[in-house]
């Protein structure tokens, strides 16, 4: 076989055992509808609720006597927004947050796509093909990542809907935006197919999902500003993906201040995707057997 007819048979079974792991998603609309519930609430509910600017501009900060006229409360309502969030709209800030939120929820489900396929022999099926071992685990992270950026596209139109700022959308920060997403999701889907490669047990995989999963969350920047976390939690932010994707957005999207250059902030997504699919193809190799 030359070398043109292999790199053709594994792109085929690539794309084979992605579209198969798509087929069950897009083939359930309810999993969809499900799946958005979670950060609708979040953006409805939460972000609505938390409407800092209004505290500021309706009286509540008005010392009694000094009668402080309007126009002087928006403008510090302004400031003081604007300082701490890099936005004059919470509802804003939340709203990019959300798109690295339902991303980190899709990727966390990849590795269960593993342990199902090995419980109900499907897995055994595989591996007695020719298709290489790290396609495997390729398939099960491209299907996650497409996902979770079609989901992550669903909810920025809703947060549209709902009041976002996109003032400052441009077509290039969309999609720098996107390109965030995809290496983030990349990389966290990575971690945890490989951390499924030798599981048999999903409630073991449950436990470690639900393990990771509100910590990488809190600990990032998409609920609230790192800089006024405690400045240990600020070392552990500094290190979450999440940051940074989330930060790319709200430099793309908003027009926000960056915790870095947007060069750094994609360099260090790229390196975080590069790096973790690579160990989880090699530890394919070792750890998927028949």
Same mark, same amino acid.
Do not use: C
């Given at each position: 076989?030359?070398?043109?007819?292999?790199?053709?048979?594994?792109?085929?079974?690539?794309?084979?055992?992605?579209?198969?792991?798509?087929?069950?998603?897009?083939?359930?609309?309810?999993?969809?509808?499900?799946?958005?519930?979670?950060?609708?609430?979040?953006?409805?509910?939460?972000?609505?609720?938390?409407?800092?600017?209004?505290?500021?501009?309706?009286?509540?900060?008005?010392?009694?006597?000094?009668?402080?006229?309007?126009?002087?409360?928006?403008?510090?309502?302004?400031?003081?927004?604007?300082?701490?969030?890099?936005?004059?709209d919470y509802f804003s800030f939340l709203a990019v947050g959300?798109?690295? %939120? !339902? @991303? /980190? #929820?899709?990727?966390? =489900?990849?590795?269960? &796509? $593993?342990?199902?396929?090995?419980?109900?022999?499907?897995?055994?099926?595989?591996?007695?093909?020719?298709?290489?071992?790290?396609?495997?685990?390729?398939?099960?992270?491209?299907?996650?990542?497409?996902?979770?950026?079609?989901?992550?596209?669903?909810?920025?139109?809703?947060?549209?809907?709902?009041?976002?700022?996109?003032?400052?959308?441009?077509?290039?920060?969309?999609?720098?935006? %996107? !390109? @965030? /997403? #995809?290496?983030?999701? =990349?990389?966290?889907? &990575? $971690?945890?197919?490989?951390?499924?490669?030798?599981?048999?047990?999903?409630?073991?995989?449950?436990?470690?999902?639900?393990?990771?999963?509100?910590?990488?969350?809190?600990?990032?920047?998409?609920?609230?500003?790192?800089?006024?976390?405690?400045?240990?939690?600020?070392?552990?932010?500094?290190?979450?993906?999440?940051?940074?994707?989330?930060?790319?957005?709200?430099?793309?999207?908003?027009?926000?201040?960056?915790?870095?250059?947007?060069?750094?902030?994609?360099?260090?997504?790229?390196?975080?995707?590069?790096?973790?699919?690579?160990?989880?193809?090699?530890?394919?190799?070792?750890?998927?057997?028949?």
């Amino acid at each position: 076989m030359s070398e043109t007819e292999l790199t053709t048979s594994v792109l085929h079974g690539l794309w084979a055992l992605t579209n198969r792991e798509l087929k069950k998603w897009y083939k359930e609309p309810v999993i969809l509808l499900l799946s958005l519930i979670q950060p609708v609430v979040w953006l409805g509910l939460y972000g609505k609720s938390l409407n800092f600017g209004a505290l500021f501009t309706q009286g509540s900060f008005n010392i009694p006597g000094l009668d402080i006229p309007k126009s002087v409360l928006d403008q510090i309502a302004l400031e003081i927004m604007s300082n701490t969030f890099g936005t004059t709209d919470y509802f804003s800030f939340l709203a990019v947050g959300m798109l690295s %939120f !339902v @991303a /980190l #929820f899709t990727a966390m =489900f990849s590795g269960m &796509s $593993i342990v199902w396929d090995r419980r109900f022999g499907f897995l055994d099926k595989i591996l007695t093909t020719p298709v290489p071992r790290g396609s495997i685990v390729m398939a099960k992270v491209l299907s996650s990542t497409i996902r979770a950026l079609l989901q992550s596209a669903i909810v920025l139109v809703i947060a549209v809907l709902l009041g976002m700022d996109v003032s400052k959308f441009t077509v290039l920060g969309v999609a720098g935006t %996107f !390109v @965030a /997403l #995809f290496l983030m999701v =990349f990389g966290l889907s &990575s $971690i945890f197919v490989m951390l499924a490669l030798r599981s048999t047990n999903w409630q073991s995989q449950m436990a470690i999902m639900n393990l990771l999963n509100l910590p990488l969350l809190f600990a990032s920047n998409a609920l609230f500003p790192a800089k006024y976390m405690p400045t240990w939690l600020q070392y552990v932010v500094k290190v979450n993906p999440i940051s940074y994707a989330t930060d790319i957005g709200r430099q793309l999207l908003l027009g926000s201040p960056g915790l870095n250059t947007l060069a750094f902030d994609f360099a260090y997504l790229a390196a975080f995707a590069v790096v973790f699919s690579t160990i989880g193809i090699l530890l394919s190799w070792h750890y998927l057997t028949q």
